[in-house]
């Protein structure tokens, strides 16, 4: 898979069972990790989708009243191959400075470094890799809203994780998660009162091949409101008109500061891409809202005359822990807004 970084000190679960990691190795940071155990209550998706899992000193204890078994027999349970007692910090300045790069972890293989190498170089690069078929939903399934139903919503499930439909519920939003190729008349069956993009696995470019002209239909054939956030950020981005590139290693893990420029507020936030909206490439209407404070890339954007809006994070990741749960509000508030103007 590709080797990639993640920053989070905690959360090692979230991560692992994240469907935008597919295909990917996992090198955290932080040296100790398991320490907490896993449950079923924080599983992101039906499983762990990482290829691979790098870790310094797992945790020989497990230690959290909400534990059910420890990490190492989740990754055996699902044959997710693990490596431990790597100097994580050393290949993270590797990652950082040659940028992310295929990996393979081997065992008991009698293969030469360089026939190792070999095998590696064999396996798909992410540039050009179409993966949310791979870890989308194969049927609609409905999230009821928590307490009075105000809204609903069809999310398009690119490779979305559990806690987005559970913080859209949580403000009264029953989500419609419709699979990733689901068109603009699927959409419109559900009679939703807003369109959600979700995140996701792979490049931008090559997922856009059904996702772009969905959003293109939505935006020209309704006013609904659409929010997007990370692989669905990126998918908003190339339906009006920009352009994504890869990035040199990506941002992944926890604690990346944000910058809000209407605001001048700073969030903490959750990251997991590799690939960035190119910001040079935004046409005239569209409004970049957000921007890394580690390397100046761009994280969000707005259309200019409506309430269409994305971000490159994860706001329901909770990572400040709620610096950005105004995205969610702010998408009831343009829906709230659009059910009022329809009925006038």
């Known amino acids: 898979g590709e080797a990639v970084f993640s920053t989070g000190m905690t959360g090692y679960q979230e991560t692992l069972t994240d469907p935008s990691y597919h295909r990917q190795v996992v090198v955290m ?12 209550v924080d ?26 078994k420890d990490l190492e027999a989740e990754l055996i349970e699902q ?23 295929r990996v393979g972890i081997f065992s008991d ?24 078929e791979d870890v989308s939903t194969e049927q609609t399934y409905v999230v009821p809203a928590i307490g009075k139903k105000r809204f609903i919503v069809a999310a398009i499930d690119l490779g979305i994780k559990g806690a987005t439909p559970h913080a859209l519920a949580a403000r009264g939003v029953e989500v419609h998660v419709l699979p990733f190729d689901a068109t603009y008349e699927e959409i419109q069956a559900v009679k939703p009162d807003g369109v959600f993009l979700s995140n996701g696995p792979g490049d931008p470019e090559a997922t856009g091949v059904y996702a772009v002209p969905m959003i293109q239909g939505v935006l020209a054939k ?78 969000g954007i707005r259309l200019a005359d409506r309430p ?30 659009n059910a009022k103007q329809a009925a006038h």
């Open 29 to 40: 940071t932080a040296p100790h990790i398991g320490n907490t155990g896993v449950n079923t």
């Open 43 to 68: 599983n992101e998706s039906r499983k762990i989708w990482v290829a691979g899992f790098v870790v310094r000193n797992p945790s020989t204890i497990t230690s959290n009243w909400r534990s059910e």
């Open 79 to 101: 044959s997710i191959v693990g490596i431990q007692g790597i100097d994580t910090r050393a290949l993270t300045r590797h990652l950082r400075d040659r940028g992310a790069m």
């Open 109 to 132: 293989v009698e293969l030469t470094r360089e026939e190792m190498v070999i095998e590696v170089r064999k396996t798909q690069a992410m540039s050009g890799a179409y993966l949310s």
């Open 222 to 299: 309704s006013d609904l409101p659409v929010f997007g956030i990370c692989l669905g950020h990126q998918m908003l981005a190339l339906a009006v008109g920009a352009k994504t590139i890869k990035m040199n290693h990506g941002h992944h893990g926890a604690n990346h500061p944000v910058k809000d420029n209407d605001t001048g507020k700073v969030e903490i936030t959750s990251m997991n891409h590799g690939f960035a909206v190119d910001s040079q490439t935004l046409p005239e209407g569209v409004v970049e809202t957000h921007v890394s404070l580690f390397d100046g890339s761009n994280c």
């Open 308 to 337: 269409v809006f994305s971000v490159q994070y994860h706001p329901e990741a909770s990572p400040g822990p709620q610096d950005s749960y105004y995205l969610f509000e702010r998408f009831a508030a343009a829906m709230a807004a």
